[in-house]
């Protein structure tokens, strides 16, 4: 069997549904929102139905059916609980050459619904033919997670727009080209921003000029390695790129979902040792969207956590180049969640901190008195280098040398260890700590005991399987 597709304009055009319970209500819904004036066979009316009879939103008809009702609608939806009224519709519908379908019955279908996704006025719809409805929705949601939200605004103002641009363009492949270029560049960014006024401008500029097109630049945090914790909005950038900027934090898994044909670029700087100097960053950034190309500058965890990502926002806003910002799970949140540790808890952090042991300018000291405080769980971005003097300090501002500490290597990722011990322990435990990590300082590190989930292999420093140090942890939680 193969259904032969069609979207049906039923503004103001009456249907006929058979039923008023929970299914049928559904039915109602949607037929409501596609502007259809819905007409109600059924005995009684739940609670819902009456209040739309009560508010002249349906025509309720009575409990009886009759074949003439068919007659003064489009199609019939049959959707009570009773099987054999669901049939005498159908055949009834049959009978007088009228569309019907039957909730739950493929063989009393004459038309079937699609599962559908929705963004506006454009609108996917997706089908197995009846044979199987699940499956249909289970693509429906992965096409979900690929067509942008902001798909309904480009096509809402396009629809507006439609005609204008048929008289100033009057050949097809002219405006065929056009429209790829609006949709793909600012346009698409403002429509994204959800600034309609700046995305009619651009339209109407783009229109009236002979010049190509501008890019555009996002700026997306991939996250701390699992390429399950990007967003939805970063998996769409990674997949529409041109030309790909990426750290060397960003993981392989991750680089591996970037576009096919999109150019990648290394960029990649550790501490210390920078590969490609952010001004240099910077100027190519804003040189790749000048040739029109949608660039993607790719980071790890968040773009604005430790990233330097507003720096790099600030030339773009210098040199008048439309970007967007996609922010990403920060490794502070994504790798003491996969190592079982939570940054606040009720009992012993009121408050977390996130800092880095690198800094600009080697002047710009710490407040060591707030970092010291206790009951709160401090982070540390780029700090194993200067972990044993970083405790020194905490230690010397009154932190307590048997604060628990973790030392997290490669967060979220397969090859995740956790390194537990004591603040006074931490230089050495980071001294053995594979990079990228993190440190923590808390009592919320004891937690792990009952919260570890994620990853084999976790390392225990030998300080911290002694007995002594084992009751203190657990004193602690107590
Ligand atoms: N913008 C990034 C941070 C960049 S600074 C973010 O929001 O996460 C780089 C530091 O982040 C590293 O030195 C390390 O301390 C930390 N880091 C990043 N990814 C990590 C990971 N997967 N595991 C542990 N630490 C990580």
Redesign the pocket.
Known sequence: MSHYPLFADLRNRPVLLAGAGKVAERKAESLFSAGARVRVVAETLNPQFQQWADEGKIVWLGGLFEEAMLDEVYFVIAATDNGMFNRRVFEAAERRVKLCNTVDTADLCSFIVPAVVDRGPLKIAISSGGTAPVLARKWRQIIETLIPLHTGTMARIAGKWREKVKQVLNNVEQRRYFWEKLFDGRFGIFAAQNNIEAAERELITQLNRETPFGGEVVLV?A???DPGLLTIHALQAIQAADTVFY?A?V?DEILAMVRKDAVKISVGK??GAHHVQQEETNRLLVEHAQKGERVVRL?????????R?GEEVQTLHQAGIAYRIVP?????L??TAYAGIPLTHRDCAQSALFV???SKHEGNQPDWQTLALSRQTLV?????LKAAEIAEKLMAYGRQPSTPVAV??????PN?TVRIGRLKDLGLLAAEAE?????VIGEVVALRNEMKWFGEGVEYFEEARSEEHTSELQSLRE
């Open positions: 945090g996250g701390p390695g750290d934090l993981s550790r501490a980071k790890g965890g968040d773009p604005f956590v430790f990233g990502g990403g799970i920060t490794a502070a994504g790798a880095t042991g690198h540390i971005y780029m700090g194993t997290i290597s490669n967060g979220t990722l995740q990079r990228p990590a993190l440190m």
